[in-house]
């Protein structure tokens, strides 16, 4: 067995403490199309990256064609044989086809001029010989984004590259499209190429790859032959393989209708339709569940309901106020939101933890006043946070330092605290377990079950299959931004939800 | 907190020590040249009391820059500021005239109108055309400088002067001296307080601090993210121009030609070498006026140029904020490997 590349026990730690590869090691043969697969925060940019000289890595070892290589840029990989396409595509609008592929590497006549029928004859025999439906004097911000990403392959080939790395190839391709890519990936392999293949569509790795890499949460699962493994095994690989199905949920019968989404749709300014005609309900009570693959909506489902973008139609309402065109505070009386991104969205890491506490409450509870609403009230935000910080029970050194100092899992209780103790009737949840830890869940989960308890409606945002089943008492899914499936949890199954997030609403399995 | 003081303490003990080198290898004796720039910025009642006088147009420039840059606010337009507050004190102290008590307080509130003009102009066209405050409180700079030159050029010009300036304002505006302390020190306190209060206890300044760090963070959790921007806008307009009125005031009583000098981007120099911190804006903004200051005097009886007194400061500069910087990523860095190690183990 002749292994072109090998990863040998690989860790990559973001700055200060995220921890995006956990002791990765897998290997890749020469002429074969490998797949990496996960969930997106899966660590598979993160690998690719790390091997191709974008991103240093903190610990292990990279051989290729048996040598250690440390790849600093991707100039060297580059000149190694190595090419990556990225799920961006960086080429120049103004310039033709054959001007972008040739650039940096420009064939030259006399005087140093650019021979300029050479190089457009280059990279003519470079489209034949891989035989790409491609027209090198095409301009390229007028081709189709299909067309780009071939552009940026056959940029690579011209600089004779063996292995390709693609970042998600498909995502930015439609359904017509992605054929002919198929085709093309085809042949390259039969050329000899090697192709490494980022992907989290598991048609289309089984479709196209002949070994299949798992990721799951930084760390690497299994490697396995494509033609020995099928959907639903490499789903479960993917969610997690100790899935436990028993639901600690309480039967109970929800109340009436808190939140209500009617005909929601939304177009970007593209005039895409991001959230086609979304109908919604969830009751006091009730946990709801939208399920699908990231970027079918979900992001555009939870700025629409916050606030952060207007729908371009449609109604929301929460307890029968109508917050559709109501300004974000207005909707924080109503609305506890927890987003997915703690750093970016919850949280400003260098402020104190105190300041992060009291965030929301500081405009909606008279008691963070004094003057007349001038002076935050110094005295209680602190009483305040020692409530926080006992009853979701924060482990904290003080509640003076920086938020960036709490672990993961105790970041997470302090947003989930702080929008829980607004007692607003509706919780919004965005990946609310996202990089946390299986006690962290665990807690957050209990939290969670608690709230319907108590007669709240919950929203929860979730790419865990395994975590919706554990706690919603309904599943949504969307795709495509359409929900395609509305199904009190008993009457599914993680097979049929999974279906129907990779397919929309097709056959049935 | 600690921390910060020591690694400003030891900033400013090695810049001095890079200083000394430069210095020696021009042939200077380095140990007198500080101790003659001390001696008149520091180390007597009166030179003292001068270095934080000329503090004054610093620290308030410099605390309109950390406000406003710590609340995510580009306002790069304390000089143009500046030079309106110092206008609008001067129109007011020419033309108005009432007793002390009352003069000077119409004065300070003028000045401070002025600077509010100006950054009101600019958060305007922000929020009107969604115009970049960055570029615009710059361009406005030049406008500024230019327009109070044609002021006291023409309309405002005292024919008995032979360089552009204006006449001297009613002696009501004037700021005493209190022994050897200028007045002038008295307000820029004052100020100085006002902005700590309203900036950390304020429910306000909350708003602004979380805006500046995390501008989506604030907006999700309800904060008025366009009223506050205005708001920011204003009172660091108002500080610049306070600077500009406490200038005249405490001086030469008249708007004279390059009267705003180099406060304002000394100022907003300062603000990034104190990180934003209010604090430290006014403790560094006594530091750079202390050198500023002594290097006059250390002219007179050394025969080191006043310029040396620039090279201290550029050194101080970049030794100071590589230093704050490159100690953030070491503590960074020892973190990471410490966890990388952890699981490799």
Redesign the interface.
């Known amino acids: 067995m002749d292994d072109l590349i090998r990863f040998s026990h690989l860790v990559k730690v973001y700055p200060p403490n995220v921890l995006a590869l956990d002791d990765v090691s897998a290997s890749f043969r020469q002429g074969e199309i490998h797949a990496v697969v996960g969930e997106n925060g899966a660590g598979k940019t993160t690998l690719m990256k790390v091997f191709y000289g974008l991103v240093p890595r903190s610990a292990g070892e990279i051989f290729y064609r048996d040598q250690p290589v440390n790849f600093h840029q991707p100039g060297e990989a580059i000149a190694q044989g190595i090419g990556m396409v990225h799920q961006e595509i960086l080429l120049i609008p103004e310039y033709t086809v054959w001007q972008n592929i040739i650039l940096g590497i420009e064939p030259m006549g006399w005087f140093g001029r650019l021979d300029e029928k050479k190089a457009r004859k280059q990279v003519q025999a470079k489209i034949n010989e891989f035989q790409f439906n491609l027209d090198p004097d095409a301009r390229v911000g007028e081709i189709s984004v299909s067309a780009r990403q071939k552009v940026e392959i056959i940029k690579l080939l011209y600089r004779n590259v063996s292995v390709l790395i693609l970042d998600e190839p498909t995502a930015v391709l439609t359904p017509q499209e992605i054929p002919q890519l198929f085709a093309e990936l085809g042949r390259l392999r039969d050329n000899g190429h090697t192709i490494l293949f980022i992907s989290h569509r598991l048609d289309e790795v089984l479709e196209l790859s002949d070994r299949i890499t798992v990721m799951r949460r930084g760390k690497m699962v299994a490697t396995v032959e494509a033609s020995t493994t099928d959907k639903v095994e490499l789903a479960r690989m993917m969610v997690g393989r100790d899935v436990i199905f028993t639901s600690r949920r309480q039967q109970s019968q929800p109340g009436q209708v808190v939140f209500e989404a009617n005909h929601l749709s939304y177009k970007d300014n593209e005039g895409r339709e991001r959230l086609k005609d979304i109908n919604l309900q969830v009751r006091a009570g009730e946990i709801v569940g939208v399920a699908g693959v990231e970027g079918n909506g979900q992001f555009e489902l939870v700025n629409t309901l916050i606030g952060l973008t207007a729908p371009t139609l449609g109604r929301i309402t929460v307890s029968g106020n109508d917050l559709t065109h109501a300004p974000i505070l207005e909707r924080r009386r109503f609305i506890s939101f927890v987003p997915q991104d703690r750093g970016k969205m919850g949280a400003s890491l260098v402020a104190s933890i105190l300041e992060n506490s009291i965030m929301t409450h500081h405009r909606l509870d008279e008691r963070f006043s004094i003057w007349k609403g001038l002076l935050l009230n110094d005295a209680f935000a602190r009483q305040f946070t020692d409530r926080l910080e006992s009853q979701f029970s924060v482990s904290m050194a003080s509640k003076f330092n920086p938020f960036r100092s709490l672990s993961g899992g105790n970041q997470q209780k302090v947003i989930l605290g702080r929008e829980l103790l607004l007692s607003s009737p509706f919780i919004l949840l965005d990946q609310p377990t996202r990089g946390l830890d299986v006690g962290s869940i665990e807690y957050v989960h209990q939290l969670v079950l608690q709230m319907r308890a108590e007669g709240r409606a919950v929203l929860i945002i979730s790419a865990d299959l395994e975590e919706l089943f554990l706690i919603a008492d309904r599943i949504v899914v969307l795709y495509r931004g359409q929900i395609v499936a509305n199904m009190p949890v008993e009457t599914t199954s993680v097979e049929q939800v999974g279906y129907y997030m990779l397919e929309g609403r097709g056959e049935t399995v | 907190m600690r921390q910060k003081f020591l690694t400003g303490i030891s900033g400013i003990l090695i810049a001095l020590l890079i200083g000394a080198v430069i210095m020696a290898s021009q042939g200077y004796d380095p140990f007198s040249t500080y101790l003659a720039l001390f001696q008149y910025s520091l180390f007597s009642l009166y030179s003292f009391a001068t270095t934080v006088k000329n503090s004054t147009p610093l620290i308030l420039t410099g605390l309109s820059a950390s406000i406003a840059f710590a609340s995510g606010v580009v306002n790069l337009g304390q000089p143009g500021q500046l030079v309106m507050g110092a206008l609008l004190a001067t129109l007011a102290g020419l033309y108005i005239h009432l007793p002390p008590a009352l003069e000077i307080p119409l004065l300070i509130l003028a000045a401070m109108l002025g600077g509010v003009l100006w950054s009101g102009l600019a958060a305007f066209l922000r929020r009107a055309f969604n115009m970049s405050e960055f570029i615009v409180t710059l361009m406005l700079n030049m406008i500024a400088d230019f327009f109070t030159t044609w002021v006291i050029s023409f309309p405002l010009w005292d024919p008995k002067a032979f360089s552009p300036m204006t006449p001297q304002m009613d002696q009501a505006g004037w700021l005493p001296d209190i022994g050897d302390f200028s007045t002038v020190i008295f307000f820029m306190l004052l100020a100085t307080a006002i902005s700590w209060f309203i900036f950390n ?4 300044g ?2 602004w ?2 805006g500046g ?2 501008s ?9 993210v366009e009223r506050n921007y205005v708001a920011v806008m204003l009172i660091t307009g108002a500080l610049a121009g306070l600077a500009g009125g406490l200038v005249v005031m405490g001086g030469p009583h008249r708007f004279i030609k390059g009267l705003g000098a180099n406060y304002a981007w000394d100022g907003i120099m300062i603000a990034i070498v104190a990180n934003n911190g209010l604090v430290a804006t006014l403790l560094y903004g006594i530091f750079f006026s202390a050198i500023q200051t002594g290097a006059l005097g250390m002219e007179l009886i050394t025969n080191v140029p006043s310029e040396i007194s620039q090279v201290l400061q550029a050194v101080l500069v970049l030794v100071i904020v590589a230093g704050r910087e490159y100690l953030n ?1 070491l ?3 020892i ?3 410490r ?3 952890e ?2 183990i």
Do not use: H, P
């Not at chain 2, 206890?201 to 306000?204: G, H, I, L, S, T």
């Not at chain 2, 989506?216 to 008025?224: I, M």
């Open positions: 206890r304020w429910k306000a909350y708003e601090r979380m760090q995390n989506l963070f604030a907006r999700l959790g309800g904060c008025n990523t503590l960074d860095q973190q990471t490997r966890r990388a190690r699981r490799t």
